[in-house]
């Protein structure tokens, strides 16, 4: 347990770092090492934790004898659930306590430092914007890039169309706005050049004879 005890992360950027460190480990655990992850988490023994460390390891321990420990404590236990779930369940538990425990670790450094409300918002857009560890190890993080994508491709083809059809529609605008103004000048002169119907005598004269 000594990949992070003395770490001590000050700036947003580096709480940031460390998480993404830890997460990192944490995720391998869960999925390229999972098989040595599953035969450390033994039954039999006393209660284990998962750890990640910022230099992306991990590491199933014995909880901090220290109280209260230096950092917040990972889910105890872990290893007492294994045989009594599905492989794919209680990978899916631990995932879940371990996405629990980064966030505790970021927000204590935060708190322990001083983060202000835009730090510790900033903090957590950052850390938002990367998918949870339980979402992949339940693969539900594919599935979520696959629908956007698709979702942004389906909204741009709409606004296309969509400024297509206006386009069309203005184009027919102008063009009879076009008509009517060229339209008003002959009325105009039909009255100029027209004949004149005179009030005395009631006979029609041409502009120029009246």
């Known amino acids: 347990m000594d990949g992070g005890v003395n770490y001590n992360p000050r700036t947003v950027e580096e709480v940031f770092r460390d998480f993404k460190g830890r997460r990192a480990g944490m995720i391998k655990a869960l999925t390229t090492d999972v098989e040595e992850f599953f035969q450390q988490c033994d039954p039999e023994k006393d209660n284990l934790c998962l750890y990640g460390f910022p230099n992306e390891q991990w590491e199933v321990n014995l909880p901090a004898e220290e109280v209260p420990p230096e950092l917040p404590e990972p889910a105890l236990g872990i290893n007492f659930a294994r045989d009594g779930m599905q492989d794919k369940d209680w990978l899916s538990l631990v995932a879940v306590h ?9 927000f204590y450094f935060g708190a322990r430092f001083g983060f202000d409300k835009a730090d510790r918002k900033r903090l957590f857009t950052m ?9 992949i190890v339940t693969g539900s993080a594919k599935k979520q ?12 083809n709409k606004s296309k169309s969509g400024s297509k059809g206006r386009g069309s529609e203005s184009g027919k605008y102008s063009k009879q706005t076009k008509d009517e103004e060229e339209e008003v000048p002959d009325e105009e002169d039909d009255e100029e050049h027209g004949e004149t119907l005179c009030g005395a005598c009631g006979e029609n004269y041409a502009s120029d004879e009246f």
Not at 100 to 105: F, G, I, K, Q, Y
Not at 127 to 135: C, Q
Request: charged share 20%; glycine share 0%.
């Open 98 to 106: 371990s996405d629990a425990w980064l966030l505790a670790v970021a």
């Open 145 to 156: 890039t696959k629908e956007k994508s698709s979702i942004s491709n389906h909204s741009s």
């Open 127 to 135: 850390i938002n914007d990367l998918p949870t560890i339980f979402e």
